[in-house]
């Protein structure tokens, strides 16, 4: 990397090459590349130019707004409310798109970008005092889930949960445990829906026998116990399965089949995951 | 790109998308118009460059070496001449090789016009070569013998080995029996005109996209082309290449051929570039002008339509704080 800054300003070694150094280093174009180039190697998006113009579109428009806001000072309290509320509406895109940046099993990009989200959150506008409100919080794990593709009467439970009350102050450590717990939560959607698709052909008895296992599975993680984790995931073998499976085709050969539809499913499966969730005190 | 970007080296991942390319021709850039971008800042003119790389904007009125640098480029290239003169394939018109060439021109000052010609060979398959051509017929030729013409030089190599009879040394043949079975020698002109042995030119590409390091269109649809027929002439292979639409998909840059001259949407950007270009120093006044040599002042390719904008809002005198937040 420092490689191509070099060659780049070896190129133009050509007539004015002194000025043009100069004018490089004076402008600081090293100091933003380096940065630029660093944050892209940790997260390695898979859109790399993508990544590096929002990267620089959030960084030109934090600079911009930093500079008009020294310019508000002494105007009409309207216009101040206007900006403060826009300024709020940045931080909180600024923020969800950090969250974004490295998925959730990046553990250490992830936890990165979940510090600079909150902090960013956690700044002090003209008239507000630092720190991350019990609103913002929840309307940010709203919007995650949102951008998750859950629908909101999926996502209400869950929000029920985790969030805080309007005026409470969040803490870092709680913040990071219910942004991942979002994150996790619309991937568990994603796979239900998945699943739904594969099995749903097929009568509604076998939709709840997968329940049915997924629901024995998860009880077995009761403690932290590392060996309840492989057993859990033992009962989820295909072949387990495909017992289950099996077993409630023929009880329910007898009987007429009802369809299960899609919401159904995705409910049951999403209440699995909420009951596992522990209430924020 | 797969999840095997996060076991690469630095410099392979940055490789993967020509990153350090960007960076190096961003910074060419900013030095030759210096005197306009840092009135912005620099970190602006990082955002916009990328947004235009991102964009696809990036290479009007480039250099052509610029233009043809990675693949990313080409792709947008094709694109925006699809969207600036898609006009003229709802007209209807039919232009000679030159007159693309100075379309293209249009675009891209120095473009050369070796490679609108190899493109027009494939539309006439190789005869008759100052023959009209159709808007739709030039463009996907156009198309696959620029975004893959180290490809087809390639190709052509190999047709001409088999053609003549050598056997090709990186050929994979199961058996050492049917080695022998291929090696005849090819006979008269009249086995040119029938081309040759599809399963063993199939073969042949096929060792060669397995070392290959450009862009080559995907080898399921390679061989969905020649499984077709037994034999088969060089242009043949290009033009059934051309109006193959999984490899239209796989570049990714124009649309199908029932869509191509779809697009009300379009319309509105047209006029915009349109009125551009006529306000260019670049733009060439007929199209029958071939190779001027007057020197024009180059303008600022970097002057995007947002920057225009930008600039317009910015001079009207308009509150800095408005306009940040309508950005």
Same mark, same amino acid.
């Given at each position: 990397m420092a490689n191509t800054l070099q060659s780049a300003a070896g190129d133009s070694r050509s007539t004015k090459s002194d000025t043009d150094s100069e004018f490089l280093t004076q402008a600081g174009a090293g100091a933003v590349l380096r940065g630029a180039l660093l944050k892209l190697l940790e997260v390695r998006s898979e859109d790399p130019i993508g990544f590096l113009a929002d990267h620089f579109e959030n960084l030109a428009q934090s600079l911009e707004n930093g500079d008009s806001g020294s310019a508000v000072e002494g105007d009409k309290k309207q216009h101040q409310q206007t900006l403060q509320s826009s300024e709020e509406q940045n931080?909180?895109?600024?923020?969800?798109?950090?969250?974004?940046?490295?998925?959730?099993?990046?553990?250490?990009?992830?936890?990165?970008?979940?510090?600079?989200?909150?902090?960013?959150?956690?700044?002090?506008?003209?008239?507000?005092?630092?720190?991350?409100?019990?609103?913002?919080?929840?309307?940010?794990?709203?919007?995650?889930?949102?951008?998750?593709?859950?629908?909101?009467?999926?996502?209400?439970?869950?929000?029920?949960?985790?969030?805080?009350?309007?005026?409470?102050?969040?803490?870092?450590?709680?913040?990071?445990?219910?942004?991942?717990?979002?994150?996790?939560?619309?991937?568990?959607?994603?796979?239900?829906?998945?699943?739904?698709?594969?099995?749903?052909?097929?009568?509604?008895?076998?939709?709840?026998?997968?329940?049915?296992?997924?629901?024995?599975?998860?009880?077995?993680?009761?403690?932290?116990?590392?060996?309840?984790?492989?057993?859990?995931?033992?009962?989820?073998?295909?072949?387990?399965?495909?017992?289950?499976?099996?077993r409630a085709q023929t009880l329910a050969s007898g009987t007429p089949s009802t369809l299960m539809g899609q919401e159904e499913f995705i409910e049951e499966a999403s209440a699995l995951f909420v009951s596992r969730v522990k209430r924020v005190s | 790109m797969n999840s095997k970007r996060f076991t690469l080296p630095v410099d392979e991942y940055l490789a993967l998308e020509h990153v350090p390319f960007y960076i190096e021709d961003a910074l060419s850039q900013l030095l030759e118009h210096k005197e306009e971008y840092t009135q912005f800042g620099i970190v602006r003119f990082f955002a916009d460059y990328f947004n235009s790389v991102r964009n696809g904007n990036h290479i009007l009125f480039r250099e052509f070496s610029f233009v043809k640098a990675t693949p990313h480029n080409r792709s947008s290239f094709l694109r925006a001449f699809w969207r600036c003169f898609r006009q003229i394939g709802k007209n209807g018109d039919l232009l000679t090789v030159m007159e693309y060439r100075s379309l293209l021109q249009l675009l891209c000052p120095d473009f050369p016009v070796e490679l609108v010609q190899k493109a027009a060979r494939i539309v006439l398959m190789d005869d008759a070569m100052d023959c009209l051509m159709s808007f739709p017929d030039f463009l996907y030729a156009f198309q696959i013998q620029f975004y893959y013409e180290e490809f087809f030089e390639n190709i052509a190599v190999?047709?001409?080995?088999?053609?003549?009879?050598?056997?090709?040394?990186?050929v994979i043949v199961p058996t050492s029996f049917s080695a022998e079975q291929v090696t005849r020698p090819a006979t008269s002109n009249t086995a040119a005109q029938e081309g040759v042995d599809s399963p063993l030119f199939c073969g042949c590409i096929e060792a060669l996209c397995e070392r290959y390091k450009y862009s080559h269109p995907p080898l399921s649809s390679i061989k969905e082309i020649l499984c077709q027929v037994q034999r088969v002439s060089f242009y043949g292979f290009l033009m059934a290449i051309a109006k193959h639409e999984g490899i239209n998909c796989d570049i990714g840059s124009l649309p199908s051929k029932a869509d191509l001259l779809i697009d009300p949407e379009m319309d509105r950007?047209?006029?915009?570039? =349109?009125?551009?270009? +006529?306000?260019?120093?670049?733009?060439?006044?007929? #199209? $029958?002008?071939?190779?001027?040599?007057?020197?024009?002042?180059?303008?600022?390719?970097?002057?995007?339509?947002?920057?225009?904008?930008? =600039?317009?809002?910015? +001079?009207?005198?308009?509150?800095?704080?408005?306009? #940040? $937040?309508?950005?």
């Open positions: 931080q909180h895109a600024g923020a969800l798109w950090h969250l974004t940046q490295a998925h959730y099993s990046q553990r250490s990009a992830f936890n990165n970008n979940v510090a600079v989200a909150f902090s960013l959150l956690s700044r002090g506008g003209r008239k507000r005092k630092p720190g991350l409100k019990g609103r913002a919080y929840t309307e940010l794990l709203r919007r995650v889930c949102r951008d998750g593709a859950v629908a909101e009467p999926v996502s209400a439970p869950l929000i029920r949960k985790l969030r805080c009350q309007d005026h409470e102050a969040v803490p870092f450590d709680l913040f990071r445990h219910a942004v991942l717990t979002c994150f996790v939560f619309a991937d568990f959607v994603r796979k239900s829906r998945s699943l739904f698709e594969t099995v749903s052909p097929s009568d509604g008895s076998l939709c709840r026998a997968v329940l049915g296992s997924l629901r024995d599975a998860l009880e077995t993680t009761g403690c932290s116990d590392p060996a309840r984790y492989l057993e859990a995931s033992a009962k989820l073998t295909p072949g387990r399965l495909a017992q289950a499976m099996d | 190999i047709y001409q080995d088999l053609l003549s009879g050598k056997s090709p040394n990186t950007e047209l006029e915009k570039l =349109i009125a551009q270009i +006529s306000v260019s120093p670049t733009s060439n006044s007929s #199209s $029958s002008t071939v190779g001027h040599k007057e020197p024009v002042r180059k303008a600022s390719p970097r002057k995007s339509l947002h920057y225009r904008r930008r =600039i317009d809002i910015e +001079s009207d005198g308009s509150n800095e704080e408005t306009d #940040s $937040s309508e950005n």
